[in-house]
């Protein structure tokens, strides 16, 4: 589904952010990156997305390979993508309601179905009432859950996530945590980068340490989606 | 389709003072070019109704058979280039030079002044060349003595003619290039204050062209705004000279829609320009 092959990425000025990775996440897996910081794990996220292309080497994204793509073809993955920052990057003169209908507007869905699946996704992280709500009107928890729904109300195929709980207090990060794991038992893989360890250690899921741009350690692939076995969090 | 019109003019809405201060400042730009293209066209008027009076005037020796002249005339008049012929005989000259001089008529009693051949060229064919071309024709006539065509002056008129043209087409190229940019400038100000916009457009698979076209709307609605403005400023400065100095002319209305759709280019390749360079950018 994802496949990095000897990757690469160098910068002109600051050196090598990913040295030689390859690994591949398979449909349906939750797989943390770990690592300090500059040790190319949001390198690595954006050259799923493309932001970013390999200096040597090839990603390749359900069938897009990173060599070839043009720039419709990387407009046209991301549709299948949904990502996730750790400062929310939601519009502050929209609702709750039409940032998460604003990725659906501007990839030309009619309004009638924006209207039902933007009320669908609400319900799922759980902002079923605060639809018309502006960010500024909603805690860190509940804008990064404007930010999740609005990623995820594209149906991607996998969700990444670029330290989504880095400007989070526990609670709230617990209650992310636990919104990323259903979303990944219905089914949509999940990538996501995190300094976090209390997080991953009480987790059965992949673990990818990175440092210095190279991978580490890898705990290996996992088969299926782990079941949500832990307490629903408030 | 909606949407891009409705963000196109979001943007007005959203930043008034930028959005006037972004027309005001194309519509001077293009006022200037008004100013100066209505100079031009007033010169080139002007022009116009001097070449009018481009006149070849053949002297016709004493004593020529009225027959002979009228049978020259008759040729001459079946030149390509010529409009028309009129024979001025020793009396009408008379009659003609007195009412010229109105008060010094007086210098003209007793004169004799020797009958012409007065030749009006075609327009398109008042240039220097060709009129001394004609002239040259007629004073091949025998009976003709000597010939008159302001030489000096319809050269001077000519190259004075080709200087406004060609300074109308570079100062107008000059002040086309500073409104592209001024329009860049300020479109480029649009897209700055909707960066996180535009880079959450692209996150979730926005197609550039996408992104692109409400700008290029909103450069085309500044770049028509602003020619509109301009045009009314044109207009009032014209108004102003005819009141208080010269009758010029104004633009036809041809001329009128084409400097809207020049202010309407403009505005499509300044906002194109600058919203690559960040699309490209980011």
């Known amino acids: ?121 609400l319900t799922q992280v759980g902002l079923a009432g605060k639809g018309t709500a502006y960010p500024r009107e909603l805690s860190g928890g509940e804008q990064q859950r404007v930010a999740i729904a609005r990623a995820l109300v594209n149906d991607p195929f996998v969700l990444i996530a670029d330290e989504p709980t880095g400007n989070l207090d526990d609670r709230a990060t617990r209650g992310i ?58 | 389709m909606k949407r891009t019109l409705r963000d196109a003019l979001i943007t007005f809405r959203r930043t008034p003072l930028l959005s006037a201060l972004s027309i005001t400042t194309i519509a001077f730009s293009l006022f200037a070019f008004g100013l100066f293209g209505l100079v031009a066209l007033n010169i080139r008027d002007a022009l116009d109704r001097l070449e009018d009076r481009v006149e070849i005037r053949a002297f016709v020796a004493e004593g020529t058979a009225p027959e002979a002249m009228a049978q020259a005339a008759a040729d001459i008049a079946a030149y390509p280039e010529v409009l028309g012929v009129v024979l001025v005989s020793q009396d009408e000259a008379l009659v003609r030079a007195k009412k010229e001089l109105g008060d010094f008529r007086d210098v003209f009693e007793g004169a004799v002044l020797p ?37 000096e ?76 403005l301009a045009l009314l400023l044109t207009y009032g400065a014209r108004s102003l000279i005819n009141t208080y100095l010269i009758q010029t002319v104004f633009f036809d209305a041809r001329i009128t829609l084409l400097g809207l759709l020049f202010g309407a280019m403009l505005g499509l390749v300044g906002s194109a320009v600058s919203v690559g360079r960040h699309l490209r950018r980011i």
């Open chain 1, 177 to 234: 945590f636990q919104l990323l794991r259903d979303i990944n038992a219905a089914g949509t893989a999940v990538m996501m980068a995190t300094h976090n360890l209390d997080l991953i250690r009480r987790q059965e899921y992949r673990t990818i340490e990175m440092n210095r741009g190279a991978v580490v350690f890898d705990s290996g692939e996992t088969a299926a989606p782990a079941p949500a076995a832990a307490p629903h969090d408030p």
């Open chain 2, 115 to 151: 009958a012409s051949i007065d030749v009006r060229v075609k327009p398109g064919y008042r240039d220097p060349a060709t009129v001394k071309r004609v002239a040259a024709r007629v004073k091949a006539f025998s009976f003709v003595d000597d010939i008159r065509y302001g030489e």
């Open chain 2, 153 to 228: 002056w319809i050269e001077k008129l000519y190259r004075l003619r080709n200087i406004a043209g060609i300074a109308g087409i570079v100062l107008g190229l000059a002040f086309a290039g500073v409104s592209v940019i001024i329009i860049g400038a300020t479109i480029r100000m649009a897209v700055l204050s909707r960066a996180k916009e535009i880079s959450i457009m692209r996150l979730v698979g926005a197609t550039d062209s996408y992104i692109r076209r409400p700008f290029l709307i909103e450069g085309v609605a500044k770049g028509v705004l602003g020619g509109l």
């Open chain 1, 1 to 121: 589904m994802i496949r990095f092959t000897h990757v690469s990425k160098t910068y002109p000025r600051t050196g090598t952010a990913v040295d030689d990775v390859s690994l591949h996440i398979g449909k349906g897996e939750f797989v943390f990156f770990t690592g300090p910081s500059g040790a190319g794990k949001t390198t690595l996220l954006k050259m799923v997305y493309m932001e970013e292309r390999p200096s040597s080497g090839e990603v390749r994204v359900s069938g897009t390979s990173s060599v070839t793509a043009k720039h419709r073809d990387v407009a046209q993955i991301r549709r299948k993508l949904g990502i996730v920052f750790q400062d929310f990057r939601l519009l502050d003169n929209r609702t709750a309601e039409q940032n998460i209908a604003f990725a659906l507007e501007v990839t030309g869905v009619p309004r009638p179905l924006i209207i039902t699946k933007v009320a669908r996704v």
